[in-house]
T-cell receptor
Framework: DAKTTQPPSMDCAEGRAANLPCNHS???????VYWYRQIHSQGPQYIIHGLKNNETNEMASLIITEDRKSSTLILPHATLRDTAVYYC???????????FGKGTRLHILP | GAVVSQHPSRVICKSGTSVKIECRSL??????MFWYRQFPKQSLMLMAT?????????EQGVEKDKFLINHASLTLSTLTVTSAHPEDSSFYIC???????????????FGPGTRLTVL
């Protein structure tokens, strides 16, 4: 799996959009971009994934650059409950294993 | 989304005893499950991959005789920490792979975790 780089921490005001960047400059053509988050003392939660097109679901939007070397997870209206560690992972789906990096610790400020 | 449960959520045991943790996929069949360990303020570390009906595949550095994994059915995998010691105290998390259906891409769903404290 390709390596990802994320900022260790970010702050965002409650009600504003939280934009979490991820760099994956060595991504291969068959690797997807996945985002998970882990709220303190809970198991990780799947957020969204994509290959090359932008994706949106009820939780977030995923913007992938045209060259696929980076992506941004967008939480449109952040709430205090979005405080968590967010992990960006690239993987070949059929390879199964998810290897977690250090992620970004997102603090939502009231 | 799909639900994965773990039992117990929290366990305290004495040094030298064995502890079993269960991981269940509640609304889908999981041919593959994974076990992770997480120490405070650290990321999740993959311990092993569990495939139904076959032996688990352990990551480098993980003692297979200490962390026994059994995946006897499509909805249940167990992790047994044998002869537990205080350094085994950690947060253990399982995940289950949902193959999905049709054109969907499979996704892994995680359990809520089990907090093990060894005295």
């Amino acid at each position: 799996d390709a390596k990802t780089t994320q900022p260790p921490s970010m702050d965002c005001a409650e009600g504003r959009a939280a934009n979490l960047p991820c760099n994956h400059s060595t991504i291969s053509g068959n690797e997807y971009v996945y985002w998970y988050r882990q709220i303190h003392s809970q198991g990780p939660q799947y957020i969204i994934h994509g290959l090359k097109n932008n994706e949106t679901n009820e939780m977030a939007s995923l913007i992938i650059t045209e060259d696929r070397k980076s992506s941004t997870l967008i939480l449109p209206h952040a709430t205090l409950r979005d405080t968590a560690v967010y992990y960006c992972i690239v993987r070949v789906v059929s390879y199964d294993k998810i290897i977690f990096g250090k992620g970004t610790r997102l603090h939502i400020l009231p | 989304g799909a639900v994965v449960s773990q039992h117990p959520s929290r366990v305290i045991c004495k040094s030298g005893t064995s502890v079993k943790i269960e991981c269940r996929s509640l609304d889908f069949q999981a041919t593959t499950m994974f076990w992770y360990r997480q120490f405070p303020k650290q990321s999740l570390m993959l311990m092993a991959t569990s495939n139904e009906g076959s032996k688990a595949t352990y990551e480098q550095g993980v003692e297979k005789d200490k962390f026994l994994i059994n995946h006897a059915s499509l909805t249940l995998s167990t992790l047994t920490v044998t002869s537990a010691h205080p350094e085994d105290s950690s947060f253990y998390i399982c995940s289950a792979r949902d193959p999905g259906g049709g054109a969907q891409i499979d996704t892994q769903y995680f359990g809520p975790g089990t907090r093990l404290t060894v005295l």
